[in-house]
């Protein structure tokens, strides 16, 4: 059923989808912090919407961080990386996730480092932020700081995987049942960073083998608490089934795929505005970067991020130990 637009009492969300996201309008974003009345607003938005675009926000990296704090009590960090030697721009605000083509001087990433070019790769499949974690991620806050020229390409697509959830064709449902041994609710996937990350470029990580690292499970099917709905979370993170082997579970991801994928479900995000800032629920919906421009490594496109940790019951998923994080694995050439 097509959302009618909603009525909030301060902000004015317009539908950008039948069934998920919003543009929203009204936030004051030189109120620091933001009110407590806003804040609420936004975060009954996004549980319902899913996918939040706010156009001209203009926030800088102090202001990213502590509106970020204000939608969740832990952040992630890239503490984990700088301590492996990655050079990153913004040691002093490890809660900024750098997702430019920028590296730590400023100049576009080459073929000089491949092992970013080649491991971004796999941000151009479908997933939700850090389930290849033992406690994933509720809100990514995206925002544009300097975007590449206009039709160059650099769109961030989403997936509303609450609607290809309750749509599920119930053929499907019970062939995944039968093949799996027990009813949907009770089937657990386990991710793995490097999986994705073979998917996106196999011959650079061939010798990379994902079941050498500990995975993170999760429920296929998750309920989403905030709205009451049940999700897929599934994502290219998903190396196999409790149970079953890559090789036993990989015909069944790719037949949720052909359902999860379906046009019908996807919404295409353009960045229009440096300043432009974009908050989705990864227990709610699917996101993946776009590979179809050409700004490549001829324009700078300047993206950083934080993400907020899932405070919901079904934060740790079906992880026993949840204080570890994944890294990335060295390469052999
Ligand atoms: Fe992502």
């Not at 933001?34 to 938005?45: D, P, T, V």
């Not at 809100?139 to 769109?155: D, H, N």
């Not at 949907?184 to 960073?193: A, F, K, Y």
């Amino acid at each position: 059923m097509a959302p009618s637009k909603l009525e909030t009492t301060q902000l004015s969300a317009r539908p950008l989808h039948d069934t998920f996201g919003a543009e929203v309008e009204g936030v004051d974003w030189s109120e620091s912090p933001i009110s407590a009345g806003i804040i609420a607003e936004i975060k009954a938005l996004a549980s319902e919407n899913g996918v939040l675009v706010f156009r001209n926000a203009n926030l800088d990296n102090d202001q990213h961080i502590a509106f970020a704090r204000q939608l969740g009590k832990e952040l992630y960090d890239v503490k984990a990386h700088i301590k492996a030697g990655r050079a990153m721009r913004f040691p002093e605000q490890p809660e900024i996730f750098d997702v430019s083509n920028l590296d730590d001087k400023g100049n576009i990433v080459t073929d000089m480092d491949p092992m970013r070019k080649e491991g971004n790769k796999g941000n151009f499949l479908w997933h939700a932020d850090m389930t290849y974690n033992p406690h994933r991620a509720l809100y990514s806050i995206l925002r544009a700081v300097q975007l590449p020229p206009k039709g160059t390409g650099g769109e961030t697509q989403y997936l509303d995987s609450r609607t290809a959830c309750e749509e599920l064709p119930p053929a499907l449902r019970a062939e995944l049942e039968e093949a799996l041994g027990c009813k949907l609710e009770q089937v657990v996937t386990h991710n793995s960073l490097m999986h994705n990350r073979k998917l996106g470029s196999p011959d650079y990580f061939r010798s990379i083998e994902p079941l050498d690292q500990p995975m993170a499970k999760y429920k296929l099917v998750t309920p989403h608490e905030k709205s009451n709905r049940d999700n897929l979370y599934m994502t290219s993170y998903a190396h196999h089934f409790d149970g079953k082997s890559w090789e036993e579970s990989k015909p069944l991801f790719d037949k949720l795929w052909d359902h999860l994928t379906q046009d019908k479900y996807i919404l295409t995000v353009y960045w229009e505005n440096d300043g432009d800032m974009v908050l989705w629920d990864n227990t709610a919906v699917l996101h993946r970067a776009t590979d179809s421009g050409s700004y490549g490594s001829k324009y700078v496109r300047d993206m950083r991020r934080t993400t907020t940790k899932d405070d919901s019951s079904y934060a740790f998923g079906e992880n026993e130990d949840h204080t570890w994080e994944a890294g990335i694995s060295k390469v052999k050439t």
